[in-house]
């Protein structure tokens, strides 16, 4: 049978902003502009970064993924969580409900988030055809090999099946240096 | 089958300093005092720490842990390796040949290391009763499954068996973080 290889992209700290907040943070009718575009369809790494305030510690520069979204939302690494002191806990990307709040500082004003901080859960986008062809359908869980310098098995790699999605596994910065991989490199669906 | 149930030690950066070190950075005659008893029978958190120096960026408290041994070596995590800029490699502890430097620096004085950073290989020590009971031997590649809050299945664990060594398996915290797991929490190993 054909193996399943998925393309590994490494997820550093970064955040998602709403429309009022950009504007809250680089004033009014500031948009967004893109240094980067990635993986996924219509997606970019902004220009502009914020600074993250926690109650132990910030980060200075947090990169911005555009385009606005609905909510605001910072994904950060347990590593950096245990840096800034925020008890963020493991979740998909918007599910943010009682999840901690974090202060975001930008050149024009800030904003004390009550929620959306979270460690993004791993996951792999899948274009509808993909998971087709595999057989994999939207919430499954997965077992994926990643054989880097230090080779683990992630289970619980949750699916997520999308027309406008493209073929990529979203892991953080944690998981990335304990597998001893970075982007680019592939993982394997094992089950 | 009885389970192979073992212990999990999450290794946070730490240093081991030879005898001619600990007296350039605490002076001649300083000896190290006990902060806590580790797992392993003789090894010890001392309460004395020193800063850790790297070309961009430093650990102001690194925990030295105990007794001396023949070579200072600085164990930390690929994330920490990243932030203070050295390029440590993924090695068994004791293996620090061509490993890159750092500074030290004690209350009393400073060390400009050549070698010794290092990234733990994750490793379980077995006293021999525990290897023998299981069909280990020493240098064993084995994979421990991780069932906390991100499941997953680390590869190449090294078996390490002595007479001296109590049953626990060492890893860092990118690994304890991609797991989801902290000291004192279980692992399985699977072969």
Excluded: Y
């Amino acid at each position: 049978m054909e193996s399943k290889q998925v393309p590994i992209g490494v997820s550093a700290r970064h955040i998602h902003l709403s429309k009022e907040h950009i504007a809250i943070l680089f004033g009014d009718g500031a948009e967004l502009s893109v240094l980067k575009e990635l993986s996924q369809p219509g997606q970019f790494a902004a220009n502009e970064t914020v600074e993250v305030v926690g109650p132990k510690g910030s980060f200075p520069k947090v990169r911005i993924l555009g385009p606005a979204r609905g909510k605001t939302q910072i994904e950060i690494s347990r590593t950096d969580a245990f840096s800034i002191g925020v008890p963020a806990p493991v979740r998909e990307s918007g599910n943010i409900a009682g999840s901690p709040g974090v202060t975001v500082k930008g050149p024009k004003g800030e904003v004390v988030l009550e929620e959306g901080v979270i460690v993004a859960a791993r996951h792999i986008h899948f274009h509808t055809s993909d998971a087709a062809k595999w057989g994999i359908a939207n919430g499954d869980l997965l077992r994926v090999r990643v054989n880097g310098e230090r080779p683990l098995v992630f289970e619980d790699v949750v699916a997520r099946v999308s027309d406008s999605f493209a073929l990529d596994m979203h892991i953080d910065t944690d998981e990335a240096n304990s597998a001893g991989c970075k982007t680019g490199d592939a993982g394997e669906i094992l089950s």
